[in-house]
């Protein structure tokens, strides 16, 4: 930072780098981006003081500037917070717009004409308006790229994670409530003296109302199961849940799914938490529910497993059958969730873990559900069911868990001290 008095006429080492990036970028050198800011991701975890995953809005290259919107932050919180205008929890990423600059040297190491959408892992830190004058504009500091941004991936958000000390989130625990709004919470573990964030994660879950609700699994409601409800596995880890074998399955005749003498509803919505488990393997197969005509066989609507990180939710009837199929990442053999639904007996909407999928229109009374209708639950399933309520009403799929989670800072996350 301090400069040493030179005689007139002799080039600092720092001057015949800015004339050699010069003569880089007008004749010698082909753009390219420079080899230190293409090292490995943890060097360049170490080297910024930010880290963080952002989705590009818009990309300037006159002003060598990227409009970011936040999604996550892997460390430096605080100072992120300090030249983005944000009041609040340095860790609550709704709605905050990032301005980032682009130094000379990184020119090339960026796409410019990347789509909007394009999600990155970002390196940066804030500039220091004494050592960058040229690049910090009066009106206060600026976040400047550090490294080349590299693509988000799973696999990269992982080993980011575990550069700054976090192992991975834990499964979301059981929520608290079966119904009329509960809580669930979630745990990572610092492997560091010292990881920067939250420990801990809650979010709400089941706030749709009680009332009329159906809850096969609930204790008293146990009649159904076949074999004997005695018989079934339990999960170790998850009071509630059930594990389900090819050969066992809940059936519960429309009779006693709903008051004396009432059909079944029109519109509905129904929730899901599962798990496959590695034993059931290879492809899965099997009926995670069913709801079938007891008057007109071949009429029923049911979700089906459909192989690799797939279901499918089946409806046929009047001769005809429709099949509406749902990205669903089973195979990781965690905990997933599943709101469906139906209204006007031809919208269904599709929420999977917490975040809507999908919404399709079919044609009018193309999901017709049939009024007599018996449900089945897991025929041929192999996995673990958690959660399986039926609600009365339209709608209600964004109610099974929330988006957003709250964070803490949990006094035993780090396993080191
Ligand atoms: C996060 O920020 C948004 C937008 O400013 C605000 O509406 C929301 O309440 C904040 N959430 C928390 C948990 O502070
Ligand atoms: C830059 O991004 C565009 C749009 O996302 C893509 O088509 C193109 O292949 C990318 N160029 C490079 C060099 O990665
Ligand atoms: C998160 O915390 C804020 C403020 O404490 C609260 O208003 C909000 O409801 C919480 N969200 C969840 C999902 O618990």
């Known amino acids: 930072m301090a400069s040493t008095i030179r005689p007139p006429g002799e080039l600092s080492s720092r001057d015949l780098l800015v004339v050699l990036l010069f003569l880089c970028q007008t004749i010698v050198c082909d753009s390219q981006c420079p080899k230190f800011a293409e090292r490995p991701l943890e060097t360049r975890v170490l080297d910024a003081s930010i880290v963080f995953r952002a989705v590009v809005v818009e990309t300037h290259l006159q002003s060598k500037t990227l409009d970011l919107a936040l999604v996550s932050i892997y460390r430096g919180g605080l100072d992120l917070a300090s030249v983005s205008q944000y009041s609040g929890s340095p860790y609550n990423t709704t709605d905050r717009q990032i301005n980032l600059k682009i130094g000379a040297q990184l020119i090339a190491c960026f796409n410019w004409s990347m789509a909007p959408q394009s999600e990155l892992v970002v390196f940066s830190r804030v500039s220091d308006p004494i050592e960058d004058l040229e690049t910090t504009p009066p009106d206060g500091p600026w976040l400047e790229a550090t490294a080349a941004a590299v693509p988000w991936s799973l696999g990269v ?246 988006s957003q989670a709250n964070g803490s800072i949990t006094p035993y996350v780090s396993l080191n001290t």
């Open 157 to 402: 958000d992982i080993a980011i994670w575990n550069a700054v000390g976090w192992a991975g989130w834990g499964e979301w625990g059981v929520c608290s409530k079966t119904c009329g709004g509960g809580r669930q919470t979630r745990r990572r573990y610092c492997s560091k003296g010292f990881c920067e964030g939250f420990g801990e994660q809650w979010r709400s879950c089941n706030s749709f109302e009680c009332e009329g609700t159906i809850n096969p699994l609930a204790p008293g409601a146990r009649r159904n199961f076949h074999p004997a409800q005695a018989k079934w596995g339990r999960v170790a880890d998850r009071p509630h849940a059930f594990s389900l074998r090819p050969n066992s399955y809940i059936w519960i005749a429309s009779s006693e799914l709903f008051a004396a003498g009432n059909a079944f509803p029109r519109e509905f919505t129904l929730f899901l938490s599962l798990r496959l488990r590695p034993e059931s393997g290879g492809y899965g197969q099997g009926t995670l529910f069913s709801l079938r005509s007891r008057r007109r066989s071949g009429s029923f609507l049911s979700l089906e497993l459909a192989g690799r990180g797939a279901a499918r939710l089946v409806h046929a009837g009047g001769g005809s059958k429709k099949t509406i199929y749902l990205a669903v990442p089973l195979y990781d053999f965690r905990w997933h969730h599943i709101a469906i639904s139906v209204h006007d007996d031809n919208t269904v909407r599709v929420y999977v873990d917490c975040r809507w999928l999908r919404t399709d229109v079919l044609e009018k009374d193309a999901l017709d559900t049939p009024r007599d209708a018996d449900l089945i639950i897991g025929y041929l399933f192999s996995g673990d069911l958690e959660q399986l309520v039926l609600v009365p009403r339209a709608g209600q799929a964004y109610k099974q868990c929330s």
